[in-house]
């Protein structure tokens, strides 16, 4: 008795789409960090005020400001193999973060920003259109694929039929900006 396989024909293709974004808004981290445990609770906190105070110097919608949780952390000397070793220190560490929808004042914050004393400063460049952007990005790329499939199988002689898979990946997102969450 001989089976005859029901074997499914299929063309794979890729389809590409890449849309340039001008970036809108800023978000910066400041982070502060301090060493000594005496001290470092009252600094962290003079710190965070400074970074509130610049959100209001800067007319920054309050929603736009996050502070984030305080981290205390022991700190120990380690050996040439990794290996834990004596206790050095305490390290307290909180986040802020701080969304600048006026692009155009960027030198001015980080100015700003750059001047209080014992932090760490960065950004994100992004966008507020992103996902309206990314999803008409990912449609013109869907056609990009079917207009090769269809190219192809007319070629061959053959027609495009129904979809059998749609896989969708997505290239590391550029260090310039990111999606706003």
């Known amino acids: 008795m001989v089976h005859a396989e029901d074997v499914t024909r299929s063309v794979n293709v890729t389809g590409t789409a890449v849309a340039k974004v001008k970036p809108d808004t800023v978000v910066w ?7 000594n ?8 906190d003079t710190r965070t005020r400074q970074v509130i105070a610049l959100r209001e110097a800067l007319q920054v919608d309050a929603k736009d400001l996050q502070t984030g949780n305080l981290y205390i952390n022991k700190v120990f000397t380690r050996d040439r193999s990794g290996n ?24 001015d914050v980080l100015q700003k920003l750059t001047e209080i004393e014992n932090v760490e400063v960065s950004y994100t460049l992004e966008s507020t259109d ?50 706003p969450n």
């Open 29 to 35: 981290t400041v982070t502060v960090t301090n060493n």
């Open 37 to 44: 445990l005496k001290l470092a609770r009252e600094e962290n």
């Open 84 to 107: 834990q070793g004596a206790f050095r220190h305490y390290s307290i560490h909180r986040t802020i973060s701080l969304r600048q929808r006026d692009i155009s004042q960027f030198d």
């Open 130 to 179: 992103f996902h309206k952007i990314r999803r008409e990005t990912r449609l013109r790329a869907v056609r990009v694929a079917k207009e090769k499939a269809t190219e192809m199988t007319e070629l061959l002689g053959a027609k495009v039929g129904h979809v059998l898979t749609i896989d969708e990946t997505s290239p590391g997102r550029s260090n310039s900006w990111n999606s």
